[in-house]
């Protein structure tokens, strides 16, 4: 249990998504997460690049804690540090500020409820409580709306593969996409391989998506959709297993937004529901669901 007062005057937020969903929750921050990725992310959902703002202090180009100058970020004397349990992060900012006595939230999200409770959590501290219901509820509604739709028989069957920086994995249902086709009544088929249980992401070996022969495949792109695309083709453009699958030779192989499925896309959370359930189930009319 930590104790943190509401309002901190100076926050530094060390993961770009967090940070996105901490400003959408009514806060600011002193210190941020750089690079273009990071840079983009901003742009897209704080409608800005942040990290040109005054009085803004770029701790690091990367989210990964273990490039972090631990030293520059505890000099900034925070009154809050907000950090992932991911990429090392908690593990590599938490002794150094227990030390400085900086107190640090570290946030694990893997899903819409995961959305909703930071939010929660943020607005309550950011003293913007208001927000929960015109921003998380109106999310929250949104998604609701979608899944509405989704038919209640069993849905196609899916193989999700995940774009990374140097490989293709495949995406079990512990992950945020995993997830999402489990919720729209799809089949995820890597649920079904030898040690999922537990595991978010797979090796992956053809001949065993071939067994099963899924009707659609998505591929969430760690990079954008032309990089993935060019990794798969590279990876498997000459196999004839991969040629020989029903989704490739129907084209069916959907590469996702980034913005939207590897990013979190808090409060946009229902547009992602929405372009993944349309992909799932064309035949559905999902176009007045989060149209804007």
Known sequence: ???????????????????????????????????????????????????????????????????????????????????????????????????????????????????????KVFCNLTGHADLWDSVAMKA?????????????????????MFSGSTSLQANTSSTVVGGMINAMNAVNIVDEWKDSTGAERLDINLETVFSVNPDIIIVQCHAGAEAAREQVESTYGSNPVWQSLKAVREGKVFYLEKTLFHNKPNSRFAEAYQQLAEILYPDVDFSFKTAK
């Not at 970020?73 to 400085?100: H, N, R």
């Open 1 to 119: 249990t930590i104790t943190i007062s509401k309002n901190p005057a100076k926050t530094v937020n060390l993961y770009a998504s967090f940070t996105t969903l901490w400003y959408e929750a009514g806060g600011s921050v002193s210190g941020c997460i750089g690079g273009s990725s990071s840079q983009e992310l901003y742009v897209e959902y704080i409608g800005r690049d942040i990290t040109a703002d005054d009085g803004m202090t770029v701790v690091a180009t990367s989210s990964s804690g273990k490039k972090w100058d631990t030293e520059q970020i505890i000099a900034l004397k925070p009154d809050l540090i907000i950090c992932s349990t991911a990429m090392s992060g908690y593990s590599t900012i938490q002794a150094p500020a227990e030390a400085a006595d900086i107190p640090v939230i570290a946030v694990s999200y893997d899903d819409f409820s995961d959305y909703l409770k930071w939010f």
């Open 140 to 160: 929250l509604d949104e998604v609701v709306e979608v899944l509405a739709e989704i038919p209640t028989s069993q849905g196609p069957s899916v193989f999700s």
